[in-house]
């Protein structure tokens, strides 16, 4: 197919329109309507950087990037040691193997929005009532404080995406041969150094995938946000991606909330290639 | 002996770990079969008089059968529509070796990395303005987000089938939809269902888009419902379980049902 053949554009056609309409249009726009003072209508002004400088100095977009990151630290790392861990073990030649995928992935097919109402009714009644009864203080009042519904919301992220990453894991790791395993048995390495010298660097794919996908999913969590806590105790679990929305549909602050935006996505973009490129070049090292 | 013991340590680990996975299910259906008063007598443990009321009240406040048709229309329509773009854009993008297609190519690849929130206001209102918040647009919309992936994928895959194959097609008269739709779309079979699981899921589950574009004319999703729901019974567990658990049921149906091709097709959506 050359350029200049109609069926080119013809096969192209739906995807590039929807494309153009749905996303590139809309984002050159948003970025415009970012230096004006918008109101979702209309424009009678244009603001230049106000929007950005008025967003610098506020606190609670400001608390929110930051909550926002140090849940994406959290949230990785657990995610990822226990996608690891159970993927370690379910690659074993243990027998209940494939049952043990099928119920750790289970909770990644069911919406953010519902986990995250199922998670408030444990960690508000059931947690209470296990404190109860064994007598630890520290089980009443989860999500009523900052401290509870952030660790609430990492444990729901926890649950829900430890199997996928553990997926992801099992994939790199059956592709690992294993000629080389023997081979480092034969030398004498315990398994401890077969996992830190084989393993490890044979599956560094996946880290580099695994963290991708972690990372992009934490900081762009929304359903479970809104239906775990909604951001309270007094919007200081809220993420940024919540604030976006309230700042838009509920404030109705549309330009101030496109300006938002546009951080929030050169802060997603950025975050992405950067990860990407460091990995590429951490496996050609290896 | 050594092995044995240790393989069964494993195992006995695992199935410990399953069971703490499945709590909150358990938890979840457990405590929609008990009345309000039995839920703050007794969180934990199996009800004292196994109820169904609470079910039964549920399914028709979400009026599950109307969001689940809803959901089930704009999920299989939407999916359908971007494996057929998707793949159809992918083959025009692969059989063009010029630096224009490497271009729309990288574009698409690019828009991958803007998060909805980035694009969502104006959107929204643009859609608004023109009377077009409905569900026809979102279907639309779902192509416009979901198409990038799947031609990342497709175009993957198509390296695989060679060109060959397209000659072949076109000295034996086919033109080029043809081959596209007689020779290589079967050909991407296997990739059609990575696509296919991986759009169902996200379609499906999700909330905000569809909660901005649709609603209040009886088109409403699963989601949506719930949520409506939810905010009408958040201090009444037990109703609320029910109606998640309502919810839910048909994932795990299909879960059950379609679990390999939904395990393959995740991991080579995310691997790819």
Known sequence: MKNRDLS???????????????????????????????DGLRISKFVGLDNYIKLFHDKEFGDAFWFTIKFSIAAIIVINIIGLGLALIV?????????????????????????????????????????ESIGIEGLQGWLSTTETGFWGLVILTSWQMAGYVMIIYIAYLQSVPEELIEASQI?????????????????APAFT?????????????????????????????????????????????????????????????????LQVYYNKKKEVEL | MFKNRRLLLLEIIGILLAFVWLVPFYLMVVNAFKTKRDIFADTLGLPEEWTWDNFVQAFVQLGFIKAFGNSLFITAVSTIIIIICSAMAAYALSRNKSKLSTVIFFMFVAAMLIPFQAVMIPLVSQFGQLDMLNRSSLIFMYLGFGASLSIFLYHGALKGIPESLDDAAKIDGCNKFQTFWYIIFPLLKPMSVTVGVLNVIWIWNDYLLPSLVIGGNGTET???????????????WHLALAGLSISILPVIIGYFFAQKQIIKGIADGAVK
Do not use: C
Not at chain 1, 21 to 37: A, H, K, Q, R, W
Not at chain 1, 209 to 232: A, C, E, I, P, R
Not at chain 1, 242 to 251: G, R
């Open chain 1, 187 to 203: 030398d004498g390495a315990n398994r401890f150094q077969r996992f830190r010298n084989i393993t490890v660097p044979m599956i």
């Open chain 1, 209 to 273: 995938v695994s963290l991708f996908l972690t990372l992009s999913n934490s900081f762009k969590m929304y359903d479970q946000n809104l239906s775990l806590t909604n951001g309270g105790p007094f919007n200081s679990t809220q993420m940024v991606a919540m604030d976006i929305v309230k700042t838009a549909f509920t404030e109705n602050s549309m330009a101030y909330a496109q300006s938002k935006a546009m951080i929030f996505f050169v802060t997603v973009a950025a975050i992405s290639l």
């Open chain 2, 222 to 236: 699963i989601p949506l419902q719930l949520f409506f729901f939810f905010g009408q019974y958040t201090k009444q």
């Open chain 1, 91 to 131: 690659t074993q030649h243990i027998k209940t193997s494939s049952f043990l995928r099928t119920v750790f992935f289970m909770p990644n097919l069911i919406g953010g929005l519902i986990l995250g109402f199922i998670w408030q009714f444990i960690f508000t009644k059931a947690f209470a009532s296990i404190g």
């Open chain 1, 8 to 38: 080119f554009w013809l096969f192209l056609a739906p995807v590039l329109v929807a494309i153009l309409i749905v996303v590139i249009y809309p984002l050159l726009t948003g970025l415009y309507y970012s230096f004006t003072n918008w």
